[in-house]
C-alpha cells in the first residue's frame, strides 16, 4: 500500500499537463498552414523566426509555429510526424526542464523541437548524449531536419583538430558526448592565446539520459593532468603496508565521505616502517599521502569491480556499464597505489593541471533541460542542484509491459538457480531474455550458471560501444538470451524479432537491486518499448550484496520470522517492505555522499571561476594596464594590512616585511616612519613610490615589447599558481580526514582553510606578476641607458 501511495505522489498531474495540451493543440491547426508550402517557403520561415525574435518577441511568441515548422520538415526529410506527445516533451525542454519519456517513445526525435527553437536566438545549442555513437547517429539523423531549415549541425568528438571543433562549436546546433564539452573547456582554459579557444559562451543545453550523464557519472570529476615520476619505491612499500593494516585498528574508513585516517597504532607502524619518528612532520607529507593512498587502493577498489588487470596494466571499469574505460586512470597517485597492490608496472603520476566535475561544468549553462526514462525519483536532488523539474509525458500507446513481484531466495544459489532454469523454460518457447546484473563479477556468475543448463548466452563484459549497441539492439530476437550489466547500451532501441510479440516479447531478469530504483527502471524499460508486450521481474536474495551492506541486521531480525517454499522463495510479504527500506537507504546514502562531494567542489568552484575570468582578461589583452594597477594596488594594500593589523598592538607590527615586500616592487625603496601609528598613515608613506610605480606601469603601453610580453609572463605565473593550488587543495582534502578528532565539522574546516589558502596563494600570484614585470621594465630601461 506504502509504495503506491509514494508512486502516485511522484506522477506529475493532469493539470500540470494541461497548459502543454493547450499548446499542441495550437500547433496541430497550424499544420494547416504550414504542409501546404513549398520547401523554400518552410526554409525561409527560419528567417523570419530570427527576426521577429531580434525584433523584440519573445521565444513563447514563436513556440507554436516554430514546433509546426520542424513537425513539417521531419515529415519531408525523415518521413517521420512528431506524436502529440512528443511535442509535449519539446515544450518541457524548451523551458528548460526535464521531460521523463520511457524509453522507445522517441526522444531523439523530440530533441529536434528544442534545439531548433533555442538555435533560433543565435548562441548556439548543446546535445548531450551518452556516447559518440549515438552523438554521431542523431548528428546524422535528426541533423537533416536543421539543415533542411537553413541551420548548421556540428559534432564534436574526442581528438578533433581544433580549427574542426571551433567549426562544430559554431555550429547553431553541437552534438557530443558531455565529457568531451568539459575536456574542451579545460582545455580552453590552458590555451595560450584566445584563437586557440574553441568554444563560445555557454547557451542552452539538452541532455540525453540525462540522470546517467548528471546522477551517475558526476562521481568521477574530468582531470587533465601533467605526467610526473612516481616514487616507486615509496609506492610498494605502503602497498605492502596496506595489505598488512587492519581496518579500525590501523585505519579508519568512511565509507560514505570516503574520508580515510591512520589511528595511532597505523602512524606508529607506519614510522617504524619507515624509520622515521614523526609521520606528521611536514617533511613526511608525501609518505602520508603515499600510505593514505595505498589504504584507499586496498579498501576502495576491488579486483574485477572496479578494475581489471590485463597486459600489465590496470584499467578501471565503468560500474554502470561494466565496461573498461579506455585510458581513463586515476589521479593524485591512487592510480599507482592500485599498481603497486597488483605488483604490476608502477605508471608516471597524473598531476592535475585543470579539473572540473561534470555538474559544474553544466551549472556553467544560462538554461539546461533533459531527457530519459527515470528521473522522477531524483526530483528533489535534481531541482535542488539544476533547478530543472521532472515533468512525466504521457506515452504515445498505453504501456503493456508486466512487472511482475519480486521473487526473494534466501540463499544466493538458490537464486542463481532459478534465474537460469526460468531463462531456459523462456528460452523453450522462444521468448528472448535480458538479465540485467550490477557489475561485471556477477555477469560472470550468471553466466556460470547459464552455461550448466548448455544455453547459448551473449555476455557483454568489457565490449566496445558499438559491440554493445549491436548486441543490445538484437536482444529481442527469438530465443536471444543477452546478459548484460544494467546499463550497457543505454539509449539503444530493442526491436522485437518476428513472432516475438506472441511469446509475450522481451522477458527482462534483475539478478539485484540497484543502488537506486531509478536504475531498476532502466533495466524494467528495455522491454515494453512503444506498447509492445513485455514482462520483467527481480530476482534476488537475502544474501546479496546490498543487504549485506545496508542491512545486516534487519535481515538477522527477519529470518527468524521468516518461512521458504522448497526451492527457496521467502514467502513473507514483509519482505518487500525490507527491500524498499533498504534500498532508501542505500540511496538516500549515495544522495549525501553526492551533496558532500559538490560542496567539497564548490569550495573550488568558486576559485576556479576567478582564475579562469582572469585568465580570460589577460589573453583577451583587454585592459592590461588597468589590471596591473589594479593587482599593484591591493599589492601593496595587503602588505600593509597584514603586517599592520588593525587588532594588533604597534610592537607587533612587522615593518620589517611590510617593507620588505613593498620595496620588491617600488623603484625607490620606501623606508616606513616606525612612530606612525595608524594605517591610514602607512599608506600616505607609500603614495610617492606607489604613484611612480604607476606611471612606469602606464609608460609600459609605449613599449611594445613589454607589451607583447606581459600577458605570456601573466599567464604563466596564473598557470604555474592554478596547477599549484589544485595540488595543495587536494592535500587539504585529504588531511581533513585526519582531523576527526578535532570535533569540528570537516567540511567547515575545508571551506575555510580553502579559502585561506586560495586568498594566499592568489595574492603571492598578484605581487609576483606585478613584481616581475616591474624587473623586466628595469632591465630594459637600463639596457636602454647603457
Ligand atoms: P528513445 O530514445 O526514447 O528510447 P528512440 O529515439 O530510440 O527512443 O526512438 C525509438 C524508435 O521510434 C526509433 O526507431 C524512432 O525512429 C521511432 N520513432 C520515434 N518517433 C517517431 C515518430 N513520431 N514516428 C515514427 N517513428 C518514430
Redesign the pocket.
Known amino acids: 500500500m506504502f509504495s503506491i501511495f509514494k508512486r502516485s505522489k511522484e506522477q506529475t498531474s493532469a493539470r500540470e499537463l494541461k497548459k502543454y495540451y493547450k499548446t499542441v493543440e495550437q500547433i496541430n491547426k497550424l499544420e494547416a498552414i504550414y504542409s501546404p508550402m513549398s520547401d523554400d517557403e518552410l526554409r525561409n520561415m527560419t528567417f523570419t523566426f530570427k527576426e521577429r525574435l531580434e525584433n523584440g518577441e519573445q521565444l513563447n511568441d514563436i513556440i507554436p509555429d516554430a514546433f509546426a515548422v520542424v513537425r513539417e520538415a521531419?515529415k519531408r526529410v525523415?518521413?517521420?510526424?512528431?506524436?502529440d506527445v512528443?511535442l509535449i516533451g519539446g515544450l518541457v525542454l524548451t523551458e528548460g526542464n526535464i521531460a521523463e519519456?520511457?524509453?522507445?517513445?522517441?526522444?531523439?526525435?523530440?530533441a529536434s523541437l528544442p534545439s531548433y527553437v533555442r538555435a533560433l536566438e543565435g548562441k548556439g545549442v548543446h546535445v548531450i548524449t551518452v556516447n559518440d555513437y549515438l552523438a554521431k547517429r542523431d548528428f546524422e539523423?535528426i541533423g537533416q531536419i536543421h539543415r533542411f531549415l537553413g541551420l548548421t549541425v556540428g559534432l564534436n568528438v574526442p581528438m578533433m583538430e581544433p580549427t574542426a571543433k571551433k567549426e562544430a562549436y559554431n555550429a547553431d546546433i553541437t552534438y557530443g558526448v558531455g565529457t568531451e564539452f568539459g575536456f574542451d573547456y579545460l582545455r580552453d582554459n590552458m590555451a595560450h592565446t584566445i584563437g586557440d579557444k574553441v568554444q563560445r559562451p555557454y547557451h542552452f543545453a539538452i541532455i540525453?539520459e540525462v540522470d546517467s550523464v548528471l546522477i551517475d557519472e558526476a562521481k568521477t570529476p574530468l582531470i587533465i593532468a601533467g605526467k610526473m615520476g612516481a616514487n616507486e619505491e615509496l609506492h610498494r612499500i605502503a602497498a605492502m603496508l596496506a595489505k598488512r593494516f587492519k581496518p579500525e585498528e590501523d585505519y579508519d574508513f568512511d565509507d560514505e565521505t570516503k574520508a580515510t585516517s591512520l589511528t595511532d597504532q597505523g602512524i606508529e607502524k607506519v614510522e617504524a616502517a619507515f624509520g622515521i619518528d614523526n609521520l606528521y612532520d611536514l617533511d613526511h607529507q608525501t609518505l602520508y599521502h603515499y600510505v593514505i593512498q595505498a589504504v584507499r587502493a586496498h579498501v576502495m577498489f576491488e579486483l574485477d569491480v572496479d578494475y581489471i588487470v590485463r597486459d600489465d596494466k590496470i584499467e578501471l571499469v565503468d560500474m554502470f556499464t561494466g565496461r573498461i574505460m579506455e585510458g581513463r586512470s586515476l589521479s593524485d597517485g591512487l592510480h599507482q597505489a592500485i599498481e603497486a597492490k597488483e605488483g604490476v608496472t608502477i605508471t608516471e603520476e597524473n598531476k592535475a593541471q585543470a579539473q572540473v566535475t561534470i555538474q559544474n561544468y553544466f551549472r556553467m549553462y544560462p538554461k539546461l533541460s533533459g531527457?530519459t526514462?527515470t528521473a522522477k525519483t531524483q526530483e528533489k536532488e535534481i531541482l535542488e542542484v539544476y533547478g530543472m523539474r521532472v515533468i512525466q509525458i504521457p506515452t504515445?500507446r498505453p504501456r503493456r509491459r508486466v512487472d511482475q513481484p519480486d521473487l526473494v531466495f534466501e540463499k544466493i544459489e538458490q537464486k542463481y538457480e532459478y534465474v537460469a532454469q526460468e531463462a531456459l523454460r523462456r528460452h523453450e518457447k522462444g521468448q528472448p531474455v535480458l538479465i540485467g546484473t550490477t557489475s561485471i563479477l556477477q555477469s560472470e556468475k550468471v553466466a556460470s550458471y547459464l552455461k550448466k543448463y548448455g544455453l547459448d548466452f551473449q555476455l557483454l563484459n568489457a565490449k566496445t560501444v558499438e559491440q554493445e549497441v549491436e548486441l543490445i539492439s538484437e536482444a529481442g530476437q527469438k530465443s536471444r538470451i543477452t546478459v548484460a550489466t544494467n546499463m550497457a547500451g543505454r539509449?539503444?532501441?530493442i526491436?522485437l524479432g518476428d513472432g516475438v510479440e506472441e511469446l509475450g516479447g522481451l522477458f527482462v531478469i534483475g539478478t539485484e537491486k540497484h543502488e537506486s530504483r531509478r536504475v531498476d527502471n532502466q533495466l524494467r524499460g528495455r522491454s515494453g518499448?512503444?506498447g509492445d508486450l513485455g514482462e520483467s521481474q527481480f530476482i534476488l536474495s537475502l544474501e546479496d550484496d546490498m543487504f549485506k551492506r545496508f542491512a545486516k541486521d534487519d535481515v538477522e531480525k527477519f529470518r527468524k520470522k521468516m518461512t521458504t517454499n522448497d526451492i527457496g522463495v521467502v514467502q513473507n510479504k514483509e519482505v518487500t517492505e525490507l527491500i524498499e527500506r533498504t534500498q532508501r537507504i542505500v540511496e538516500g546514502a549515495h544522495f549525501s555522499m553526492r551533496e558532500y562531494n559538490l560542496k567539497l567542489d564548490d569550495v573550488i568552484n568558486d576559485q576556479r571561476r576567478i582564475v579562469y575570468d582572469l585568465r580570460d582578461k589577460v589573453l583577451k589583452n583587454e585592459d592590461i594596464i588597468p589590471l596591473l594597477i589594479r593587482m599593484m594596488y591591493e599589492t601593496v594594500d595587503f602588505a600593509v594590512r597584514e603586517n599592520a593589523p588593525e587588532d594588533k598592538d604597534v610592537i607587533e607590527w612587522d615593518f620589517d616585511k611590510m617593507e620588505k615586500t613593498v620595496n620588491s616592487l617600488f623603484i625607490e625603496p620606501v623606508i616606513v616612519n616606525r612612530d606612525e601609528t595608524k594605517v591610514k598613515n602607512l599608506l600616505d608613506a607609500m603614495d610617492p613610490p606607489v604613484k611612480q610605480l604607476k606611471a612606469v606601469i602606464e609608460s609600459f603601453e609605449e613599449n611594445e615589447q613589454i607589451m607583447s610580453v606581459i600577458p605570456k609572463v601573466m599567464l604563466s605565473y596564473i598557470d604555474h599558481m592554478w596547477v599549484k593550488h589544485l595540488e595543495q587543495m587536494a592535500h587539504l582534502k585529504e588531511g581533513i580526514g585526519l582531523r576527526h578528532y578535532q570535533q569540528e565539522d570537516p567540511m567547515r574546516i575545508y571551506q575555510r582553510e580553502g579559502l585561506e589558502l586560495f586568498g594566499k596563494n592568489y595574492q603571492e600570484l598578484r605581487r609576483t606578476i606585478v613584481e616581475e614585470l616591474v624587473a623586466f621594465m628595469k632591465n630594459i630601461t637600463m639596457n636602454v641607458e647603457e
Open positions: 521531419s525523415l518521413n517521420m510526424r512528431h506524436f512528443q519519456m520511457p524509453t522507445g517513445e522517441g526522444k531523439t526525435l523530440v539523423l540525453d531527457m526514462g504515445n539509449g539503444t532501441d526491436v518499448r512503444q
